[in-house]
């Protein structure tokens, strides 16, 4: 990857686009309309509350992330997409339950605005749901055209300059990659053929790439993340990321797991299950959806604790996700964690983690920050896979024959690195010695 010269500014109006306006879409759209009005914080971005040191500790220059990256405002953002349901962007907020209505009152108008565009949506990628607001083609590659049509449509109605586009529809049924996936020619010939390997995300991946529109998975799916996909991104100089929000309990599994193996304990089994009742759980509790995110979510610890290099602390590890789904705990999920570890002399210990977390409110600032970086990459022209984003997802993409670095504090540190190489800035090593020269 090349460093920029030079950085195109964000000017004009930047289109949010989001397939699937369910809970977290429609969380993240109200919160941004609420904080731009400064009727409520957006706590939990890091592009809007963060800040980074630049320089050594004594020069004391540490501005706000929003204002040392030349970012997208809150103002010039335009939110869209698509979803297999007509519901608005107000009536799918309600229909979520996630955020009372003091704060989807003051906005109703500008919410009830964004309406979807009609999704791509062939059933068998996700059993659970019937969709009714759909689009009806001759085959796969005419579908794509579809898509890019209404990006086209979107930016022009809406006086947008430039999308991104960021996946938060359901999660789709666990599909290996297969030939189809290996190369551009040979899925624009799945497309024509309605390849069964191609699903619903893939399709509007693709048509989003090819128009230029930088794309992020927040779910699990395959979605971009194969051989074809990347060399389309290369070929068209568009910036990719993912996959699956890093959110509840992964996000607490990278936190802590690295801890321990900083300390070298010893960890002998990991057991997470969780009780969540929105649409994700309903659809969650459909085994080959819960197989593409039970494959996401047991990666974490794997990367994290090495057990190669140390079988004796993590050799034994059994590690067991269980997704239990329950209506009437809505979005509210809760997530038991229990682990086993042991340590000097081998002597057992155990901690329990009951996190009675709120799924959407924890993805939403995930998805702001991933449209705003991913725009910002566009326009420094690093395009292709942005492992730098890795800090924001629970099952990071990476170039073919690297793995994914899962431990949540050196994705930090790459993440800011990464900002400041963007800028010209040093990156800065913690070594720290001239301070004692
Ligand atoms: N909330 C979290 O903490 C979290 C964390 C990681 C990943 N995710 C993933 O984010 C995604 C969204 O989660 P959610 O809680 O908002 O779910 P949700 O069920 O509330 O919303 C998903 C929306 O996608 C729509 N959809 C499904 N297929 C579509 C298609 N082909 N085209 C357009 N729209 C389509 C559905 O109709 C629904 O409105 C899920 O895949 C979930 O697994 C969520």
């Known amino acids: 990857m090349k460093q920029p010269s030079k950085i195109a500014p964000p000017s004009g109006k930047l289109a949010v686009l989001l397939p699937g306006l369910g809970a977290v879409a429609t969380t993240t759209i109200a919160g941004a309309m609420l904080a731009r009005r400064g009727l409520a914080e957006p706590i939990g971005s890091l592009t809007q509350c963060g800040t980074i040191r630049l320089g050594k500790r004594t020069e004391e220059r540490t501005p706000l992330i929003r204002e040392f990256l030349p970012l997208a405002g809150m103002d010039q953002l335009t939110f869209g997409g698509w979803d297999i349901f007509p519901d608005n962007a107000y009536e799918a907020a309600k229909h979520a339950k996630v955020l009372e209505d003091r704060h989807l009152e003051p906005i109703r108008d500008e919410l009830s605005d964004v309406s979807p565009m009609a999704g791509v949506f062939f059933p068998e990628y996700v059993k659970r749901l019937n969709g009714t607001h759909v689009k009806t083609g001759t085959d796969k590659a005419d579908l794509v055209e579809q898509i890019r049509q209404d990006i086209r449509d979107f930016l022009k109605t809406k006086g947008c300059d430039r999308a991104v586009a960021v996946w938060c529809g359901s999660t789709e049924i666990y599909i290996e990659p297969s030939d189809v996936h290996q190369s551009v020619a040979a899925f624009e010939k799945g497309l024509k053929r309605g390849d069964a390997g191609i699903s619903n995300s893939q399709i509007y991946a693709w048509a989003c790439i090819k128009e230029g529109v930088p794309f992020a998975n927040g779910a699990p799916n395959l979605t971009v993340d194969f051989p074809a996909a990347h060399e389309l991104a290369r070929e068209h100089g568009v910036a990719i990321a993912g996959k699956d929000f890093k959110t509840g309990q992964t996000l607490m599994k990278t936190i802590m797991a690295p801890g321990f193996k900083a300390r070298m304990l010893g960890v002998r ?169």
């Open 269 to 437: 089994g990991w057991f997470s299950t969780n009780i969540l009742g929105n649409r994700d759980g309903e659809v969650l509790d459909d085994p080959d959806s819960f197989k593409t995110k039970e494959m996401s979510k047991l990666g974490a610890l794997d990367y994290i604790l090495q057990p190669k290099l140390y079988p004796t602390l993590y050799g034994d590890l059994y590690h067991k996700v269980r997704i239990n789904y329950y209506p009437p705990r809505g979005d509210s999920k809760e997530g038991w964690d229990n682990i086993d570890l042991f340590g000097w002399l081998g002597y057992e210990m155990q901690i329990k983690v009951d996190f009675l977390c709120r799924d959407s409110i924890l993805a939403a600032p995930i998805v702001l920050d991933v449209a705003l970086l991913l725009d910002l990459a566009q326009r420094a022209g690093v395009s292709g896979i942005q492992e730098w984003l890795s800090f924001y997802f629970k099952s990071p993409m990476t170039a073919p024959d690297l793995y994914p670095e899962h431990d949540l504090f050196i994705q930090s540190t790459k993440l800011k690195n990464t900002m400041r190489w963007l800028m010209g800035e040093q990156s800065i090593t913690h070594l720290g010695h001239e301070y004692y020269d």
